[in-house]
């Protein structure tokens, strides 16, 4: 027995030492590797771009630089966005012509750029920890479920190793603010800048850091002199702006590009401190307490550290501390549904991580007052969080922290009981926080690891996890099967122009415009589509059809890509019949060849309905008609008239009938045909329905027409 313990203590001892003569580059490089390979299988199960339209702008950017050097939206110039990472995703669409390869080359991208994110986090560890628990931040770096955003087209891939590199940064210009460190520091920052607007919050924090680090140090932190090309550069910077901006008759604020309107905002002070405390709480929900607790703590003793760990623990404070109040006051003016915007905060989680690490590094120091108090305070703020306003679709891309807590409402409880149920594991996660022995305060980090990966199952997978929204998403916007199908039918190079109607999904716009290179322009009638992208409004001709922009230039287009309720003139040579999509080919000017009156947005009629198609030769017309068995108990009469006023159609229509087809002749006159369809007998609803106030004199449903020329 005792020559089976001494056996098994030799081999323990031979398979440590053989794990530290294992270099540390092999193990970082390992932790980056393997997160790279599971990042990229977990991206390929994400069939189609879904956070709209930020996903359409950012490969919209990337396939514009790969294919011209210029970074454009819509084949228009676009200095609005960040072009750090449509630039190192772009080789994507460089390397595969089909956009559907070049999505799963910008995944496999986004999964090594994401996992980089180790690196940064192990020499940030280094600073403070020993090798061995530096390696397993990065590991808790990499396992945070935010890695999710691996899967989509979005700055969050290349903005959060950055983030984290600019936060190193930032702790060496704290430990020995030389000169060339400073200037390392704000040229990162820069580049940080350059891939997302949300990193002017770095100014602040690389503003207020160095003034914490001399407060916590008390006195002991280098003179503050020392900062004067950190500080000069910035204000030289800041009045450059200023002058540069003014002298171009533009904002200062111009250079947040699409978000200015978000610096130009009035914010109200206690609507922003709500907000404050609606992210703290996420944040702590999403760490899973301890690592926040634990950070409480080590910020309560940051005096009795040595000065590598306090200029840590101030770099952490600032950097926390602004982008929490900037993510908070922007929360405060987004319209309704609410959301904490965890997308653009989760980029400190390494910090609290690294935090933990250094308690446990430290002795697990528990003093009764501060852990009790900190331990409070992370298992109460959990229940701060007004659940049944986040529980909502804007969670599955914003708050992923939220999401198993809806997995757990739809399945388990009820929503009103998700805020008890969240402080209760709050309060048992504290309480292993207090209770566990120091000696085996490792197993705290280990928790929230084993946390992190177990979470992310509901977060991927349930019913409205992010896997179910990339395939709705894809589902709202094309049902033909091959994602690129309107390319291969015409052809990568051919030139589509989109006209939108109003009436089908907008996904039906994004998601074709993501996966075929060949669609161009898009149009609008009546309102543009929602995001702000570049579209050009047309109004039609009464006379002659013809598409025209508000200065009066017609629409020409080799194709154009619309729905069934926009007749264009043109071969219709593809077409999504589940979506309504139309591809016609049409080789010139965009011609309207159909006027309705008479029909309703809702598709009801009134008593009579004229129909009009403008260039036509003749043929017929199949109108899809329906009755409606709520309003009407008999059938109806449904008379179709020539525009001479001949009689070309008498038939009945059943309030039962789902759907009928009814064929009509077409007559023309010097090149238009008419028909007049008379409904009977009508209704008014709000007369014969209780409750009802539709004043509208109703007849049937008309649900579709389609001309048919002749010979066909």
């Given at each position: 027995m005792a020559h089976s313990a001494t056996a098994s203590t030799r081999l323990g001892a031979v398979a440590l030492s053989r794990a530290r003569a294992v270099p540390v580059w092999a193990y970082l490089t390992g932790i980056v590797a393997l997160s790279t390979l599971v990042r990229l299988e977990l991206g390929r199960q994400m069939v189609a771009p879904w956070i709209m339209v930020d996903e359409i702008v950012y490969s919209e950017l990337a396939k514009s630089f790969a294919a011209t050097g210029h970074f454009l939206v819509r084949?228009?110039?676009?200095?609005?966005?960040?072009?750090?990472?449509?630039?190192?995703?772009?080789?994507?669409?460089?390397?595969?012509?089909?956009?559907?390869?070049?999505?799963?080359?910008?995944?496999?991208?986004?999964?090594?750029?994401?996992?980089?994110?180790?690196?940064?986090?192990?020499?940030?560890?280094?600073?403070?920890?020993?090798?061995?628990?530096?390696?397993?931040?990065?590991?808790?770096?990499?396992?945070i479920p935010s890695m999710l955003y691996t899967g989509t087209i979005m700055t969050e891939n290349a903005f959060y190793p950055l983030f984290l590199t600019t936060a190193l940064l930032l702790v060496l210009v704290l430990e020995r603010p030389t000169p060339l460190r400073?200037?390392?520091?704000?040229?990162?920052?820069?580049?940080?800048?350059?891939?997302?607007?949300?990193?002017?919050?770095?100014?602040?924090?690389?503003?207020?850091?160095?003034?914490?680090?001399?407060?916590?140090?008390?006195?002991?932190?280098?003179?503050?002199?020392?900062?004067?090309?950190?500080?000069?550069?910035?204000?030289?910077?800041?009045?450059?702006?200023?002058?540069?901006?003014?002298?171009r008759g533009r904002s200062p604020l111009g250079v947040l590009g699409a978000y200015q309107a978000a610096g130009e905002h009035r914010y109200d002070a206690g609507s922003v401190l709500r907000w404050l405390l609606y992210h703290v709480a996420e944040l702590d929900l999403y760490l899973g307490v301890v690592p926040f607790a634990a950070a409480l703590v080590v910020v309560g003793l940051a005096r009795r550290l040595p000065a590598q760990a306090q200029a840590f623990v101030a770099a952490s404070a600032a950097l926390t501390l602004w982008v929490l109040l900037e993510v908070a006051a922007f929360a405060s003016e987004l319209p309704i549904p609410p959301r904490v915007e965890e997308r653009n905060m989760f980029y400190v989680v390494p910090l609290f991580c690294i935090a933990l690490l250094l308690w446990v590094e430290h002795g697990a120091p528990r003093p009764p007052l501060l852990a009790g108090l900190a331990a409070l305070v992370a298992a109460a703020l959990p229940g701060a969080l007004p659940y049944s306003q986040l529980i909502d679709v804007p969670a599955q891309s914003d708050t992923l922290a939220l999401l198993p807590w809806w997995w757990l409402q739809d399945n388990w409880i009820t929503l009103d009981e998700v805020p008890a149920a969240a402080v209760l594991v709050a309060i048992l996660l504290a309480t292993a926080f207090l209770a566990v022995p120091r000696r085996h305060a490792l197993a705290l980090p280990v928790l929230a690891l084993a946390l992190f990966v177990a979470v992310q199952h509901p977060i991927e997978t349930f019913e409205h996890g992010v896997l179910k929204a990339s395939e709705g998403a894809l589902f709202q916007g094309e049902t033909v099967g091959d994602r690129d199908w309107i390319d291969a039918e015409v052809g990568r190079d051919a030139d589509v122009a989109v006209v939108w109607s109003g009436r089908p999904e907008e996904f039906t716009v994004w998601e074709n415009e993501f996966f075929s290179r060949s669609l161009g322009d898009v149009y609008y009638l009546g309102d543009p589509l929602t995001g702000g992208l570049p579209q050009?409004?047309?109004?039609?001709?009464?006379?002659?059809?013809?598409?025209?922009?508000?200065?009066?230039?017609?629409?020409?287009?080799?194709?154009?890509?619309?729905?069934?309720?926009?007749?264009?003139?043109?071969?219709?040579?593809?077409?999504?019949?589940?979506?309504?999509?139309?591809?016609?080919?049409?080789?010139?000017?965009?011609?309207?060849?159909?006027?309705l009156d008479g029909?309703?947005?809702?598709t009801w009629s009134g008593s009579t309905v004229r129909y009009t198609r403008l260039g036509c030769r003749g043929g017929r017309l199949a109108v899809v008609v329906a009755g409606d068995n709520s309003l009407f108990e008999r059938p109806q009469t449904l008379v179709a008239r020539a525009q001479h006023g001949r009689t070309v159609l008498r038939t009945r229509v059943r309030p039962a009938d789902e759907r009928r087809t009814v064929v009509v002749p077409l007559e023309?006159?010097?090149?238009?045909?008419?028909?007049?369809?008379?409904?009977?007998?009508?209704?008014?609803?709000?007369?014969?329905?209780?409750?009802?106030?539709?004043?509208?004199?109703?007849?049937?449903?008309?649900?579709?027409?389609?001309?048919?020329?002749?010979?066909?």
């Open positions: 084949d228009q110039p676009s200095g609005a966005y960040g072009f750090v990472y449509p630039l190192l995703i772009s080789p994507a669409w460089r390397l595969f012509s089909a956009v559907p390869d070049a999505y799963g080359a910008a995944k496999a991208i986004n999964s090594l750029l994401m996992s980089l994110a180790a690196v940064p986090t192990y020499l940030l560890g280094r600073r403070v920890l020993p090798a061995g628990l530096a390696l397993l931040g990065a590991v808790l770096a990499v396992a400073q200037v390392l520091l704000l040229a990162l920052a820069t580049l940080a800048f350059l891939t997302r607007a949300q990193a002017l919050v770095l100014v602040p924090a690389i503003v207020t850091a160095p003034l914490l680090l001399a407060w916590i140090s008390r006195g002991r932190a280098r003179s503050l002199a020392a900062y004067r090309v950190l500080w000069g550069a910035l204000g030289a910077g800041a009045t450059l702006l200023l002058v540069v901006q003014v002298a050009t409004a047309v109004d039609v001709g009464r006379r002659d059809g013809l598409l025209r922009t508000p200065r009066g230039q017609t629409v020409r287009a080799e194709y154009a890509l619309t729905d069934e309720s926009v007749p264009l003139e043109g071969r219709r040579i593809a077409d999504d019949p589940y979506r309504g999509l139309v591809l016609y080919r049409v080789g010139g000017p965009l011609r309207w060849t159909t006027y029909v309703y947005g809702d023309p006159r010097g090149g238009v045909c008419r028909v007049r369809f008379d409904v009977s007998p009508t209704k008014i609803p709000a007369q014969v329905l209780r409750g009802n106030t539709d004043r509208r004199r109703l007849g049937l449903h008309f649900l579709r027409f389609r001309y048919l020329p002749p010979g066909s």
